[in-house]
């Protein structure tokens, strides 16, 4: 096992390097006492609207990282990128164009909460614990993961070793952007996949220094390289009902991506999109395409007003949070899939109740 990690240089401004004042947000989850401390990003526009530039920080950093990854170690043809929902779609998405950006041919999955056809499996500690993963179009070569933080790494463990072993694969890359896992867990991690015969490389932006956040416990997963590694996971035979998505071809929680498809925007637009949910991987490709707007992410991640990273909190619809409505800018465009239908309108309402100019975004093909 090898571990790269790469410590961003402090440059203040929206335009400079990584910097972990500016761009790492230690946060308390509420009601989860088991573990009250989390930590969130400023690409994943959960805390904050965020501009092009700020994502485009992030590529460079994760750039950087990928060509440290693949000094002497050519990938295995072809990768498949792999992001877990809701934090992984906006790590992955990027991961997965920087790859192509240099002419590695490699898919892109992403896993999903709803309905749909693929390896379903369980993230214990997650407010939404089911997910399923859709299966690649090719036999891939190698896994990369890529993870927004590795916390115990116990989902990733288990989702590593059932991989590989329904998909035949024993070459693992994981990309995440801050490990707090102390170093015991680390080489549990290690031993576990080394026992399946899984070569994996840990790749890492931020700084090992923030597992020492002050806030945060420490947990102590119990990891079993004795269970065999094709249990509990299995193919579902749930159908995706088309009428919950928009665009299901061109999503990689239905489908293996290789050179994505962009929805397009009804006219030039400016202000903030609002993305609900899944629907946020649409929300940064319109970014990535169109520089004058922002993107801001209404998430199901329930954390604490703290007067510092979070001055306000909206609840929408009884599940999903809106913060630091004071950073939109307006014009607001609300996008959600067919599916999220209720909780886009009842975004609406909560912010022309504010006096927030908002509508729904409307997309085409």
Request: aromatic letters at 6%; hydrophobic letters at 40%; charged letters at 20%.
């Amino acid at each position: 096992m090898t571990y790269t990690e790469i410590i961003p240089a402090d440059v203040p401004g929206e335009n400079g390097n990584l910097c972990p004042e500016k761009d790492i947000f230690h946060l308390c989850r509420e009601n989860n006492p088991r573990r009250r401390s989390a930590v969130t990003f400023s690409c994943l526009g959960k805390l904050e609207s965020v501009r092009c530039a700020t994502f485009d920080r992030w590529k460079r950093s994760l750039r950087s990282l990928v060509r440290q990854a693949l000094k002497g170690v050519a990938p295995v043809p072809p990768p498949l990128v792999v992001g877990l929902t809701e934090s992984g779609i906006i790590p992955s998405a990027l991961l997965h164009g920087i790859l192509g950006e240099n002419g590695i041919d490699a898919e892109w999955i992403c896993s999903t909460r709803r309905a749909a056809p693929g390896l379903r499996f369980t993230e214990s500690h997650s407010h939404g614990p089911d997910h399923v993963l859709p299966l690649p179009c090719r036999q891939p070569g190698e896994l990369w993961f890529a993870e927004d933080e590795i916390t115990t790494g116990r989902t990733l463990l288990n989702l590593c070793r059932r991989l590989c072993c329904h998909l035949a694969v024993s070459r693992v890359r994981i990309f995440a952007l801050a490990d707090m896992r102390p170093p015991g867990l680390r080489a549990a991690f290690d031993r576990c996949t080394a026992a399946d015969g899984i070569r994996t490389s840990v790749h890492v932006l931020m700084p090992s220094v923030l597992s020492a956040d002050p806030g945060r416990s420490e947990p102590v997963p119990q990891f079993s390289p004795d269970v065999p590694a094709c249990d509990g996971i299995f193919t579902s035979g749930e159908t995706a009902p088309v009428s919950d998505w928009h665009f299901p071809d061109i999503r990689p929680a239905l489908k293996s991506q290789t050179a994505p498809r962009c929805p397009v925007l009804p006219r030039r637009e400016a202000g903030t999109i609002l993305a609900v949910g899944e629907a946020v991987d649409m929300g940064l490709s319109l970014i990535q395409k169109t520089p004058g707007l922002r993107l801001h992410h209404l998430t199901l991640s329930p954390w604490e007003i703290d007067g510092n990273h979070i001055l306000n909190r909206i609840g929408v619809g009884g599940r999903y949070f809106l913060y630091n409505a004071h950073t939109l800018r307006p014009p607001i465009h609300i996008l959600n899939d067919p599916v999220d239908e209720p909780f886009g309108r009842a975004a609406l309402c909560e912010l022309r109740r504010k006096g927030l100019a908002a509508e729904p975004l409307r997309l085409t093909l």
